[in-house]
């Protein structure tokens, strides 16, 4: 069974509440459908009630497939604000909220932060800075992390890793040039997000072009303190660095560069890159000479699971960034859950 089908299987066994704000959009709608009606989610539709219906009604689906939240609801919106208002930390007060959740994309994160939804999912009618403002205002970042940032993964045929042909790596997507504290807050993150998508005990490794002061310079320094900031963070995690790629993943190669105890080198199943000009050159390498299949640009930093999909992606790539999403979701809550 390869990633996806085993993702797919996950979600089915604990569908997800999703919420789509741009509702009407046909390609959304076709994706949460399909995703709803196979029993990988349960997809709500939030925006103006009446415009959905039509949609619905024209393009042929099953309403019942759907919860639909009509953002001029009243009661509920006013619901909505006095819970989130009530939590701690939050950025915007009653009257600020009252004028954004005008806003499909605002009401959605709303109800994701006050538990109404497990996951926003947006990304075609908004742009990646519409939901990345809105995300940071409204669900906020976790403890610790300063940036936004993503992971992908990476099945690559001929990888024979330590977990078998899976490899995750971030950020390849969407912070450019990450200084000692964003970058191990990337790691952090990576680490956080493999555990709620796959159930991984993570092995980070951070890279350079230096395997533990082989090599010097200001790029070596930002790698070494972004692991002493990450293991400062979350000691409990197993990041370590700074390698270079084959000491990160090789057994043999670490044994000869690593001279010291690593819970990681040689057996890295997260990579972090340095920066976005190695991150993008490295995943489009391995999807090139590694004819890897590439899943995501994920998101992650955020309190909550929020997800913006291609606005060019096909719907089997909607669909599949949706369920991905969803299991995250439910990782998550698994992870808030006491021993």
Known sequence: MGLLEQIYEKAKENPQRIAFPEAVNEKMMQAAYETGKEGYIIPVLVGNADEIREALSARGYEEDIFTIVDIREEIYKKKLI????ALPHTLLKEKALNRRMQNPLYYAMVMEAVGEADVTFAGIDNTTGD????????????PGISTISSIGLCDIPEFKGSEGSLLAIGDSAVCANPDSGQLAGIAVSACDTVRELLGWEPRCAMVSYSTLRSGQGELVD??????????ELRPELAIDGEFQFDAAVSPAVAAKKVHRDSRVAGKANVI?????NVGNVGVKLIQQFGHADAYGPMLQGFNKVVCDCSRGAPVSEIKGNIVISAVRAAGSKNQEEPA
Do not use: C, H, S
Not at 272 to 276: A, M, S
């Open 82 to 85: 006095d819970w989130y208002v």
């Open 131 to 142: 939901v990345l403002l809105a995300g940071q205002m409204v669900i906020g970042l976790k």
């Open 222 to 231: 930002k790698v070494t303190e972004a692991v002493r900031i990450a293991n």
């Open 272 to 276: 972090i890159w340095p920066d976005l």
